[in-house]
């Protein structure tokens, strides 16, 4: 894919979304680290209704590891691998507490050595909390940047690292957020809706998908609304 075929797409992606933000509820760096640790493998939906009861309650290292695991599973025993997830959380609070002052750290080294953060949820922390222009690949992303031929890779990492060289600097801060909703909303994993899409003419998929009989709609913006899961 060319460079000016690239920049069309994102100009598209943030014309029907110039300011896309993510789904999961938070108010400060840590409810967000806490967050997206839940989001794994599960929805912001279930992760927002158990933080909407955790954090009134709980929402600084201190008081979180002061619950301990036990107290914690309490709030998040609805969502998958909570056992796993209370473990971590626990563990990076003190973490938190004991080396960086209970602060959550504005360096990927340093996030990514907190237990139950990798380097994706690193990635979703500097760019949603501290605005870098970093991009988090889930499998929506790993599935669009593929498929569309904005930045093909057989790793996440690959398509990590293709997506910031050739993503224009104007779009990038943005970029993970236009790509995860466009992979959920648009360019589903089993039948991506392409009679739907905005950047259809753009798109490098040889196999795109006709129109379901009887539909006579315009091209869908990237999701029902302007957010996105981080």
Same mark, same amino acid.
């Given at each position: 894919?060319?460079?000016?075929?690239? &920049?069309?797409?994102?100009?598209?992606?943030?014309?029907?979304?110039?300011?896309?933000?993510?789904?999961?509820?938070?108010?400060?760096? $840590?409810?967000?680290?806490?967050?997206?640790? =839940?989001?794994?493998?599960?929805?912001?939906?279930?992760?927002?209704?158990?933080?909407?009861?955790?954090?009134?309650?709980?929402? +600084?290292?201190?008081? @979180?590891? %002061?619950?301990?695991?036990?107290?914690?599973?309490? $709030?998040?025993? +609805?969502?998958?691998? $909570?056992?796993?997830?209370?473990?971590?959380?626990?563990?990076? #609070?003190?973490?938190?507490?004991?080396?960086?002052?209970?602060?959550?750290?504005?360096?990927? +080294?340093?996030?990514?050595?907190?237990?139950?953060?990798?380097?994706?949820?690193?990635?979703?922390?500097?760019?949603?909390?501290?605005?870098?222009?970093?991009?988090?690949?889930?499998?929506? @992303?790993?599935?669009?940047?593929?498929? +569309?031929?904005? %930045?093909?890779?057989?790793?996440?990492?690959?398509?990590?690292?293709? =997506?910031?060289?050739?993503t224009p600097d104007q779009y990038k801060k943005d970029a993970h957020h236009w790509l995860i909703l466009h992979g959920r909303y648009v360019?589903? %994993?089993?039948?991506?809706?392409?009679?739907?899409?905005? @950047?259809?003419?753009?798109?490098?998929?040889?196999?795109?998908?006709?129109?379901?009989?009887?539909?006579?709609? &315009?091209? &869908? #913006?990237? #999701?029902?609304?302007? #957010?996105?899961?981080?």
């Open positions: 894919m060319n460079p000016a075929t690239r &920049a069309a797409i994102f100009a598209r992606l943030k014309n029907a979304n110039p300011k896309p933000v993510t789904e999961l509820k938070y108010r400060t760096p $840590y409810e967000l680290l806490v967050s997206v640790v =839940l989001s794994a493998q599960a929805t912001d939906t279930s992760v927002n209704k158990a933080t909407a009861k955790l954090f009134p309650v709980a929402n +600084t290292p201190a008081a @979180i590891a %002061a619950l301990g695991q036990t107290g914690l599973k309490r $709030y998040i025993k +609805t969502i998958g691998l $909570y056992n796993t997830k209370a473990k971590n959380i626990i563990a990076a #609070s003190r973490l938190l507490l004991e080396k960086h002052h209970g602060e959550v750290p504005h360096e990927r +080294t340093a996030l990514e050595a907190l237990p139950g953060v990798g380097r994706k949820t690193a990635n979703v922390i500097l760019n949603v909390a501290f605005g870098e222009a970093t991009i988090a690949v889930d499998t929506h @992303i790993f599935r669009v940047a593929n498929r +569309t031929g904005l %930045a093909r890779g057989k790793t996440v990492r690959e398509v990590e690292d293709k =997506l910031l060289k050739f360019c589903k %994993a089993r039948i991506p809706e392409c009679w739907r899409c905005l @950047i259809r003419d753009l798109c490098e998929y040889p196999h795109k998908t006709p129109a379901p009989p009887g539909w006579a709609g &315009a091209a &869908a #913006s990237p #999701s029902p609304g302007a #957010s996105s899961r981080a």
